[in-house]
């Protein structure tokens, strides 16, 4: 009886090990979920600004820009510049959480291997995994935050571009 319930507890302890990943491949998923929101709010944004850039750019054919119209353009020039280098932090943070979540997965699948095969060497690559993932996340935290701090500036561009 006493082995059954050693044997029992020593899974429930494996499963709750097997848990501390997984938490933080949900929450990558979350932050995951609200980047790819951002980076489709970014991808239109750009789209609008070329339609608009594409119809004043057919007005020269029909009359000549006036200079509201040309300081438009650069406006808009300078703005899809701006969009592009926000995409790219979008991007880069959405790599460091799917590599996250990879290292997560990793970490978890390590820890059921040495729970079954009882290999205790693998502890430390098994504790690196983890770290690395925690890093990552780190990582896309901070282009995240870079990606915000750039989406404030270009509403403060168009805000003073209009004023």
């Known amino acids: ?33 609200g980047m790819n929101n951002r980076y489709s709010l970014v991808v239109n ?6 339609e608009e850039k594409r119809r004043l750019l057919l007005k ?8 509201e119209d040309n300081i438009r353009l650069e406006s808009i020039a300078r703005q899809v510049g701006f969009l592009v280098y926000r995409i790219k932090l979008v991007r880069n943070s959405v790599l460091s959480y799917v590599l996250a979540v990879a290292l997560f997965v990793l970490t978890s699948l390590l820890l059921g291997i040495t729970s079954v095969l009882s290999i205790i060497k693998l502890n430390y ?21 870079l990606e915000t701090k750039k989406g404030y500036e270009i509403i403060q561009f168009e805000v003073a571009a209009h004023e």
Do not use: H, K, W
């Open 1 to 33: 009886m006493d082995y059954l319930s050693s044997g029992q507890l020593n899974v429930v302890s494996i499963i709750q090990l097997m848990l501390a990943p997984a938490v933080m491949i949900s929450a990558c998923g979350l932050l995951l979920l």
């Open 45 to 50: 944004r750009i789209r609008l600004l070329n």
């Open 60 to 67: 020269i054919g029909e009359r000549p820009l006036t200079t």
């Open 125 to 145: 690559f098994i504790i690196l995994t983890f770290l690395l993932g925690m890093i990552f996340v780190l990582i896309g935290v901070v282009f995240a935050g």
